[in-house]
């Protein structure tokens, strides 16, 4: 029997009971923190086989503590937290789980755009305070919405927005103007796309900023900007003062720098509650992005865990 160690909050917390069919396959589910605190964490890494890791840090230091370790399978699809080099220099093959919540994350980011647009949030709250007072709001029908990376997330939105008859450009460095044009956007590059956007929504990799004070600067009065990627890509300050003086006329996100620890954020201050929506982390949890993200960590794990070869691999650039 071999152990399989969790550190996702959510995984076989859909319609799958994956727990159950880890088990008819002859393992052994074992629960560890998300937050994957090396000291919490040792002695289950100590006697675990493969590993289902959520958003924690994967280290050198994670893995050397697993003696045993064949297999990380990173519940979702971002590894910017796993040192692949590491992982491979130990010969553990890391996996992801590409276009699992692909769906729910733009559904998310649609709604988020249709909240900013239409003051959901503000009314919502308004009205809880006795102010029934009209504030007026946009159609994403009429809107032009720039998309940043176009990837499977980035062209779901597309798709969605295209529906509403939202004109669509995207700027992706890693596609063809041709392939953006196959997937229902106008290729664009990125000062340009903020210069004509009326939404802009990111969907590009973290470890870099895209949105600074330079590129605000160029942007169009009165953009809506969402975020349902990474925090970094942004500068929160820069953002907060882009709303408060009108550049942006909303900002919408699904993260924040540093997320629960974030009560000091720029952009949570009083009187931007109008503008700013945050949600916690929502985008990728849906029944159907956990069932899926779920089920394929499971499989990579057990194919390996069987001596077969993992179905989406990930491989360090190093």
Known sequence: MGVILVTSRSFS???????????TAGHRILRGPAHHDLEQLRSLLHGSDAWIAG????????????????????????????????????????????????DAVADHAVGLMLAALRHIADGDRRV??????VRRGRELGAATVGIV???????????????????????????????????????????????TADVVTLHAPGGQRLVDAERIAGIR???????????DLVDEQEIARALRDGILSGYAADTLDGDTAASASPLLAADLADRVIVTPHLGAQTTQAVDNMGRMSL????????????????????
């Open 128 to 133: 809880r305070g006795g102010d029934w007072g």
């Open 299 to 318: 499989d990579d794990v057990l194919s390996v865990l069987r001596g077969d070869e993992p179905a989406h691999p990930v491989r360090s650039n190093a």
């Open 13 to 23: 917390d859909g319609d799958l009971d994956l727990v159950a069919r880890a088990q």
């Open 55 to 102: 958003t924690g840090p994967v280290t050198d230091a994670h893995l050397a503590a697993a003696p045993k370790l064949k297999v990380v399978a990173r519940y979702g699809v971002g590894t910017e937290a796993v040192d692949l080099t590491a992982a491979a220099a130990r010969g553990i093959p890391v996996t992801n789980t590409p276009g699992a919540n692909a």
């Open 221 to 231: 009065p009165g953009t809506v900007l969402v975020n349902t990627a990474r925090p």
């Open 149 to 195: 990376g176009f990837g499977r997330i980035g062209q779901g939105v597309a798709k969605r927005v295209g529906g509403f008859g939202s004109r669509v450009l995207a700027a992706d460095p890693f596609l063809s103007d041709d392939a953006v044009r196959a997937a229902g956007a106008e290729p664009m590059e990125l000062d340009e796309l903020f210069r």
